[in-house]
């Protein structure tokens, strides 16, 4: 078995959203593929942590929101890796209400689905809903979409701990340098980022190397930036 | 509802086989998609008319091989326009027998996934195949996965009658010119020959009527001649 091999499957990266009563919420996935075209369905997979799957699930609801080539890192970071438990993810973008009632992101994307959910399948750590396609836009005809592919290699971007691709750097170790892992510290706020144990609360996975986090990331303690923290001698 | 926003999300694309019996068999999906990490789980979406529903339905085990980038369109038509009721597409293939005794398309892949059938959902015209990684391999770590953005645009690829993201031609007539050229479908295939276009793969320039093609001009995409094409009213 070789962890390698999972990259040579191809996706997109897409803004998953959906509102139950009051509450909005989204994250970023890179499984949503259409399973039949009459009538048109697509299938998502989310991790049953996720806020968004007890909000889908209380909604029946859904919509996908497909990234564009020259999204900004930032709205990946806020969509995919931070939790909607603790921020409303949608102050810092543009959406629009669908005919059923749930915010369609638009910010940095080419096109949208929304989505009925038909059918709802257990997957073990993931649900897969099965949503019916109600209605649809092409917002940039001439815009790429992002591509999971395009995501890892030019923006350097990594899967979140739920993602259904998400592989533990232990897996990936023969990838790895021999080098040690260091440690770097907040001049603000004294906070450590330790590469060896990364940073659950911002879904940095352990074994993460400074120099590759993204460059919005920033301390979670405090909220300074990259530039703000220096390596521990 | 606008037809063309399904061409912004994002597929490879992917032999699919598996053997029930003696009974081998193959076909062409862009519609495979890990939905689990721990552990590795593939859900693949198969149309119910397909040999291979029966087939993987039947033996409990399908595998997919990722085809690369420059795959000769050769394959595609055997593997994506022919049926396996009629012929042994594996006549044509590099295959190797998996250890849970399936056979594995590797001519033209990168790499490839052994599934064993744990879960099978009916979503109407197709059947969802969820399945759990026996085995894999990487076969080529340097070459680029084909992806079906590149099999639409660069090879001019047409999705088959029983894909799950196949559009009839009469759909996307608002795309169409407004010259008088014709096109011809392929009743073998639905390829589309575009007078207005051409066919650069076949170095046929744009402009070219159906009637002017060379006799011996056959499908670029399953090999069907001149004969089996019918004028799109």
Redesign the interface.
């Known amino acids: 078995?070789?962890p390698?091999?999972?990259y040579?499957?191809?996706?997109?990266l897409y803004i998953i959203s959906s509102k139950s009563g009051d509450k909005m919420n989204g994250y970023i996935a890179n499984?949503?593929?259409?399973?039949?075209?009459?009538?048109?369905?697509?299938?998502i997979?989310c991790h049953k942590d996720n806020l968004s799957s007890s909000i889908i699930k209380d909604s029946g609801l859904f919509a996908i929101s497909?990234l564009k080539q020259d999204v900004a890192t930032k709205l990946i970071g806020t969509f995919g890796f931070k939790s909607g438990k603790n921020i409303d993810k949608f102050d810092s973008v543009d959406y629009k209400t669908g005919s059923t009632g749930i915010p369609i992101v638009t910010t940095d994307c080419?096109?949208?689905?929304e989505c009925k959910l038909v059918?709802t399948?257990d997957?073990?750590?993931?649900i897969?809903f099965?949503g019916e396609?109600v209605?649809?836009?092409?917002l940039d005809?001439n815009q790429e979409?992002l591509?999971?592919t395009w995501y890892q290699t030019v923006k350097n971007g990594k899967a979140p701990k739920n993602?259904?691709?998400?592989?533990k750097p232990k897996e990936l170790k023969e990838t790895d340098s021999k080098s040690e892992f260091k440690k770097y510290e907040c001049i603000v706020c004294n906070h450590i980022y330790d590469e060896a144990e990364g940073d659950a609360e911002t879904g940095i996975p352990p074994g993460t190397r400074f120099e590759d986090l993204p460059d919005d990331w920033v301390c979670p303690t405090c909220g300074a930036e990259k530039a703000d923290f220096e390596e521990v001698k």
Chains 1, 2 share one sequence.
């Open positions: 078995m070789n390698k091999a999972y040579k499957l191809t996706y997109g499984t949503a593929f259409q399973i039949t075209a009459e009538p048109p369905q697509i299938a997979s497909v080419v096109a949208w689905f059918q399948v997957v073990g750590s993931h897969l099965i396609v209605d649809n836009s092409l005809e979409p591509t999971y993602s259904p691709t998400y592989q």
